[in-house]
């Protein structure tokens, strides 16, 4: 049965008509033809499209001012992580719905307006689902999910669920004016969470990309209440349900922000990017 066809009609700018006239003028293509490429072309880069608000460069510097809003980036998929104004705790995207989890991993959902500073989205579809045995470590788990990853220069996103025995994590606290990554994270809300079943949101990151995302795997945690979680310092749990999904895509929006702009984004931030993320503090 041949696809049924659909007419299209709708209002687009003179700028952006002058150059569809053009582009088939150059191609020889029908106007219907350029649409529907384009088109397709589109929905489905954004199927496999990473979204990243600002970097990780940025972050460890201290651009902690929000330059988009959770309505603009909910625009770029339903799934992903990050952080609010000021480091205002941890950003956690799952299913369209957006949550800040605060002091002992309480977790709220936030309105529209709250402002993000730094996060990766992605419209999270299963490309690939496994599941894996038990695991006792972060380590683990990290061991686990390089088997199932195919390259180790594709950024991938995971989204893995199950019964969680142990979890060790932490919330990010407001900075105060002038701090750093590493010397706000030094009071942050470190707890444990027990016998949770829920979500682990995260990503795998190639090292290339270190000045721009965070290397390696980095996981948050909401419980199936939506009520929990928290970013992931190490847990225990039993067998875990996991969904990939493979990013061939990455679009960075770099904040247009007075604080950006005067930054210095020159020097190596990798040694302070892991210790804020893996838990270590510069006290111990
Ligand atoms: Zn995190």
């Known amino acids: 049965m041949p696809e049924s066809r659909e007419n299209l009609r709708c209002t687009i700018s003179g700028s952006l008509w002058k150059n569809i006239l053009k582009e088939t003028e150059r191609t020889g293509e029908s106007i219907s033809h350029l649409v529907e490429r384009a088109l397709a072309n589109e929905l489905d880069i954004a199927h496999h499209s990473l979204f990243q608000v600002s970097t990780s460069r940025a972050l460890v510097e201290g ?129 444990q969470g027990t016998n949770c079943s829920g979500t682990l949101v995260g990503f795998w990151s190639p090292p290339y990309s270190a000045a721009i995302s965070v290397p390696g795997y980095h996981f948050h945690f909401l419980d199936d209440d939506r009520q929990f979680g928290g970013h992931v310092f190490d847990l225990n749990a039993d067998q875990l349900s996991v969904e990939m999904h493979l990013e061939s895509d990455i679009h960075v929006a770099l904040p247009e922000t007075e604080e950006f702009l005067r930054a210095d984004l020159v020097k190596d931030g990798s040694k302070s990017l892991r210790t804020a993320e893996n838990g270590e503090t510069t006290k111990n």
């Open 63 to 191: 651009v902690f001012g929000g330059c988009l809003t959770v309505q603009d980036i909910k625009q770029h998929g339903d799934f992903g992580l990050g952080t609010y104004e000021q480091l205002d705790g941890e950003m956690i995207m799952l299913e369209g719905r957006c949550f800040q989890i605060i002091q002992e991993g309480k977790a709220i959902e936030v309105p529209d307006a709250a402002r993000v500073p730094f996060a990766t989205i992605t419209r999270f579809t299963s490309d690939f689902h496994s599941s894996i045995q038990p695991i006792d470590s972060f380590q683990q788990l990290e061991e686990s999910l390089n088997q199932l990853r195919p390259s180790g220069n594709l950024f991938v996103g995971f989204k893995i669920w199950g019964h969680f025995n142990h979890l060790s994590m932490r919330a990010a606290c407001k900075a105060k004016h002038g701090e750093n990554l590493v010397s706000a994270v030094e009071h942050q809300s470190v707890f």
